[in-house]
């Protein structure tokens, strides 16, 4: 009974400490009364759990502010120096990883440029990664022993059994042990989850979506996938994998996709069907293609053509989002929808609202995502994040 009664003591404990970590964590700059408040603490009980944080070094005082009539109130803040978290995106066209500080600042990145032609090598992809952990940690720093741990956002399907498994069927990945390969780099803890779900999840907490309960996060490289915010958290369906949203059919008997299907959304606007549309389907540098296409369409009618009917597709696959999940904000990200986004929103939204039902659509904005093309990695070292945050 005794013992009950002690765990039952240290959850709430971790509880209370958690509840803390992540308000300060999320909203970077708080006051002990502004914690109490948005954690629904007594002040006490904030006081308690400040005093241990600050006791082991995790959380600082940032300033003082003034507060009416009273002393100056403190501002308590992430200690930046206390710990570190890496994020990986295994992109379509590079591999990035970037190391950041406990305030989610950026002090360390690495890219590697894909080959086209050796595609998603495992064994090239495994060493980039390997590369760029030891060059982040290098290059910031930091000692090693302060890394928290590594997140990794795969473009493809997670399968969690005993061992971690990435299927990237348009990629060739079937089955991929990722984390075994990993390990044999490196000893940090290793998180897995979809690039398209880590996007969303940066973009939810520190971008676009800031504050919505329910929205889907659509990203565009070469190709397309979503992601599902329902009631504030990260949809994910059966096995990770919910909105592969590049695979909806949008044309019967359509163009070829690269998953095997016809007439799928991806096979339309991702980069590699945008660009071989175009009639340049093998761009050595397809980041460089997709600029020159865009700069090309003030002056050529076919440029123009391609991207206007890029538009309609998106619209219309957008439109099918928003009669399904009824999201009040929709953010388009990835390096090619953020490439193609100022040119292509008006059309985008204007298909939309053609394609989805006249109440369903007007509750909905359409919107960029505001991280820019890190938002992979920076949401992959969340997962790390994670769980030092729920202790
Ligand atoms: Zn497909």
């Known amino acids: 009974m005794r013992d009950r009664k002690r765990a039952t003591v240290r959850d709430l404990r971790r509880e209370n400490r958690a509840a803390v970590l992540w308000s300060l964590y999320l909203e970077q700059s708080r006051s002990r009364q502004e914690l109490s408040a948005a954690t629904g603490l007594s002040p006490a009980s904030v006081t308690n759990v400040i005093r241990e944080l600050i006791d082991e070094g995790i959380v600082i005082e940032t300033g003082l502010v003034e507060s009416d009539g009273g002393r100056p109130r403190a ?5 930046p120096e206390y710990g570190y978290v890496i994020g990986v995106d295994i992109g379509e066209t590079r591999t990035r990883v970037e190391l950041f500080d406990l305030t989610m600042a950026e002090r360390a990145k690495a890219e590697y440029p894909l080959d086209q032609a050796a595609q998603h090598d495992v064994a090239v992809v495994v060493g980039q990664i390997a590369s760029g952990l030891a060059k982040v940690i290098a290059d910031s720093g930091i000692d090693k022993g302060a890394v928290l741990g590594v997140g990794i956002g795969v473009p493809g399907i997670i399968e969690r059994g005993p061992e971690v498994l990435v299927h990237g069927q348009t990629y060739g990945w079937d089955a991929v042990p990722l984390g ?23 973009e939810l907490w520190f971008g676009a979506g800031r504050g919505a309960r329910n929205a889907v996060m659509v990203l565009i490289g070469s190709g397309t996938g979503a992601s599902l915010i329902s009631g504030g958290a990260t949809y994910q369906g059966a096995t990770s994998s919910a909105a592969e949203f590049g695979h ?129 990695a920076r949401g992959a070292a969340t997962l790390p994040m994670e769980s030092f945050l729920n202790g």
């Open 180 to 202: 075994r390969l990993l390990r044999a780099h490196t000893d940090l803890p290793l998180r897995f989850d979809n690039g398209a779900q880590t996007m969303g999840q940066a």
């Open 75 to 79: 501002m308590l803040g992430m200690n």
């Open 248 to 376: 909806v059919t949008v044309a019967l008997g359509g163009r070829k996709c690269r998953c095997g299907a016809s007439g799928c959304l991806e096979a339309y606007v991702g980069a590699d069907a945008i660009l071989e549309r175009y009639g340049q389907p093998i761009a050595p540098d397809q980041e460089r293609a997709l600029a020159e296409l865009i700069d090309a369409a003030d002056a050529s009618p076919h440029a123009a053509a391609i991207l206007d009917e890029t538009a309609q597709y998106l619209g219309a696959g957008i439109g099918t989002l928003i009669n399904l999940f009824n999201p009040e904000r929709v953010i388009i990200g990835g390096w090619a929808g953020l490439l193609l986004g100022p040119r292509l929103l008006p059309g985008i939204r204007e298909s939309a609202r053609n394609q989805s039902l006249h109440h369903l659509f007007a509750a909905t904005s359409i919107d960029l995502g505001k991280l820019g093309p890190d938002a992979v």
